[in-house]
């Protein structure tokens, strides 16, 4: 670096720049971003040119969102940095590759529900294990994170039971969802969205009932919900407390899984199987499951930093001095 003093200003200055606090949300507001036209072209193009193409056109219009999105930007940088402790060199680099992998998976997500699905290959971790809890038809719950395309294991899950329901908030743009629908066709999941009057509550003891699978997302929370502090990735953190209180209460398999995108459009399927112990109370059993998960979720993000997209602030505090 000393025989380029030029870049060296350069990746100093940029890192200032991305260190730098924007406003940003400190809460989540569960809206999903993006355009229909967005949708339109990047479908359009996968018909048209291919997957590949697709990929590297990603690949090359990212340092448009990197300019022009600097809360987005700013936050996943100082994540690199402040989580894990890269240099400001590799922290901008990690941060292009995260944008780079988002836009692959959201390729993915379109392509794989449209016939393109053995274009992909697929590797698991405790399989196994996790085929014999689904071989018993007792239902279980699944607790995933916005880490590589969750999305993807509906499918997967699909080929054991037909009952999946995914619990998440339904506030993608109906215009984007209805035409995303029309192309990708009726999911294989069942989307249980959550509500102000709690009507989701019913809807998942039913299906845990007719021992039908539960998916949730354990890494987001709205602000007003209850949440359990953690650290997490040496540093405080809110995490929904939710999905661990219904896991708690339900006495099915609790099963940890993240499907994280590999070179060679390959997802590997990391499944943590939870101890419960049900001798302890209820409130002690939440305890136990969210330590585990966070536990399960360090795992994969320290090997698979780029993967992680919660793009607002999700530590509690940033103590850190950057230099």
């Given at each position: 670096?000393?025989k380029f003093p030029h870049l060296k200003i350069f990746i100093n200055t940029f890192s200032d720049i991305l ?30 040119s291919g997957l590949s193409f697709a990929y590297g056109f990603a690949g090359v219009v990212i340092g448009y ?70 071989g018993q038809k007792q239902g279980c719950i699944f607790i995933s994170a916005h880490v590589g395309n969750w ?173």
């Open positions: 670096m000393q260190t730098k606090k924007h406003r940003s949300k400190k809460d989540w507001d569960g809206v999903t971003k993006g355009s229909l036209w967005g949708h339109r072209f990047f479908i359009w193009l996968i018909k048209r969102y990197i300019i022009f999105s600097p809360r987005t930007s700013s936050m996943i940088y100082r994540y690199f940095r402040k989580r894990h402790l890269f240099s400001r060199w590799k922290s901008m680099r990690m941060t292009y590759r995260n944008y780079h992998c988002f836009a692959k998976i959201l390729i993915d997500k379109t392509a794989i529900p449209t016939g393109m699905g053995n274009k992909f290959s697929y590797q698991f971790e405790n399989h196994d294990e996790v085929t014999h809890l689904l999305d993807v294991a509906g499918h997967l899950f699909g080929k054991h039971n037909t009952h999946v329901n995914i619990v998440m908030l339904d506030a993608e743009h109906q215009r984007i969802k209805k035409y995303l629908e029309s192309v990708t066709g009726e999911k294989s999941y069942k989307i249980i969205a959550l509500k102000d009057d709690m009507s989701h509550t019913f809807e998942i003891g039913k299906a845990l009932i007719n021992k039908e699978y539960i998916c949730f997302q354990g890494d987001r929370h709205m602000k007003g919900t209850t949440t359990l502090n953690r650290t997490f990735l040496g540093a405080p953190a809110s995490f929904p407390a939710g999905p661990f209180q219904i896991a708690a209460h339900a006495q099915v398999p609790v099963v940890f899984f993240f499907a994280v995108r590999k070179p060679g459009r390959t997802y590997r399927f990391c499944f943590y199987i939870a101890h419960v112990d049900q001798n302890m109370t209820k409130r002690e059993i939440t305890e136990s499951l969210a330590s585990q998960y966070v536990c399960s979720l360090e795992q994969v993000l320290r090997r698979y930093p780029e993967q992680w997209f919660n793009y607002y602030e999700f530590w509690d505090k940033e103590q850190e001095n950057l230099s």
